[in-house]
């Protein structure tokens, strides 16, 4: 036994309290961090889906070969315009010829890492019809409990409830690969008053479950304000409301029947928050370095699919988010419930200066509601720094919604979202900034802005009893039963 002792005595007691030191140190840091920043969250589960995907990541280097082929070989586009000028990625002017390909020119620039959305997915998005739910009856007077456990036929039969009472409106708008139905769920006083509107979506990722018994907490508890309280009535008579509380029903109900899987995926393993065919989705330019989170197979998070747009989910939120942009003449906020400790992220550094300041602005007064209740742990905001849509991933549910509202169009050539300059479409790693080319800026809608709020904190993912307590205190403690309404006054501020 005496040969395996390594250290004599003495030398073992004051490894044994460096030791000591630098755990407590590391412990005391990641707490500290954890308090702090989304990013260690995000951080600690990006390892927890990398030790399950080991085998996603060697697949994926042999695929990104093949991409880089591919495109490289890609068609010109044609086009009467001739030239315009073009920003670089190093800020210089420099004028390109149109005529001349300018896809053959644009490596230069940078690369698509992920495959656009296919004609036929993009048509069939376009043309998926609605179906409307009224059902009969008197609405019972039920509650969303938030520490209790619903399976989703249990938030269907919630939604057909409260699709009882009068101005709410339940439209099935999709159906997932397993057969379930997406619903969109409607607060709508129809008195042929131009309304604002606030869209919420929840439950996108999977194992994020506050955002669907939130979505649905909220919308149940503003439903029955408005049957007696005129000055919520009042509101409901100019602003409208439109939910998706569950965009990903499938990974929701792959969780619950096995049990604590880290799942953000939808049921083909595509994470349908990487799957938009956004102005920004799968773009690279060459200054700046891959987004190392970006799997290329099918797995539990962070596969945006083998092309854009591929998911049954991601087409029925793009239908949905270009209806209500496109037909609102008043101002449109998107709120993205997601679940990753307690921050907000808005930042889409290619946007109009003007709309980018807009957001910022709405969002400082959120968070300060949000957090008006609490002394620590506030909810923040998490800048996503000057590369974000421009280091191959996007492809998120809000970078589709600005596309949408910023007037991108859906580019056959491309088979993407793309900014049209003198007529020809443009990648976003090539015009970095729409501020540069205002002059061919028309917007869809231009009072139009999205924001992603992390419910927090971080240890709540998931649906066991411990997260759901949490989820519940949070919704207390943070003023999320009075979100929908404080919203509400913003957009009717003059
Ligand atoms: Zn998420």
Known sequence: MKNYILVKHGNFIKVLAITIIIGLTISALTYLKYNKNVKTNAFVYENQINQNSTKEIILGASRLIIEDEKINTMSPVVSDNSSADIVTNTNEQETIDFNQSPIADFS???????????????????????????????????????????????????????AKYDNVYLDIIGTTEQGRKIYSLSIDYSNGVAKDVVLTTGQTHALEFAGSVYILNQYSELIKQAQTDPSIKHKLENVSYH??????????????????????????????????????????????NQNNSVKIAPGLGNFPGYTLGSEAETQAVMKWLETYITTSSGKVY???????????????????????????????????????????????????????GLDGVGGTLTDYFVSVADGFKYNEDYQRMMYEVNGVGIPLFQFEDVDRFMESYKPANPNCIAMTIEIGPGPALGYGPTARNIMNNEYTDYNFSSLLVFIADLMLEK
């Open 108 to 162: 230069k620039f940078g690369k698509f890492t992920i495959d656009g959305m296919t004609t036929e997915d993009y048509n069939t998005s376009k043309n998926l019809q609605w179906t409307r739910i009224k059902p009969d009856g008197e609405p019972e007077d039920l509650e969303i409990d938030l520490t209790r456990q619903y399976t989703y036929k249990e938030l269907e039969d919630f939604m057909i409830n409260l």
């Open 243 to 288: 939910a998706i509380p569950v965009v990903n029903p499938d990974g929701r109900e792959i969780i619950i029947n096995c049990g604590d899987a880290i799942q953000k995926s939808n049921a083909n393993g595509v994470d349908i928050n990487r799957n938009f065919n956004s102005i920004n989705a799968g773009q690279k330019a060459n200054s700046i």
């Open 334 to 388: 998107l709120f993205d419930y997601h679940q990753m400790g307690r921050v907000t992220y808005s930042d889409k550094p290619w946007r109009p200066s003007s709309l980018e300041n807009l957001t910022k602005n709405i969002q400082e007064q959120i968070l300060s509601f949000l957090n008006s209740g609490v002394t620590s742990n506030h909810y923040a905001y998490v800048p996503e720094g000057s590369t974000y």
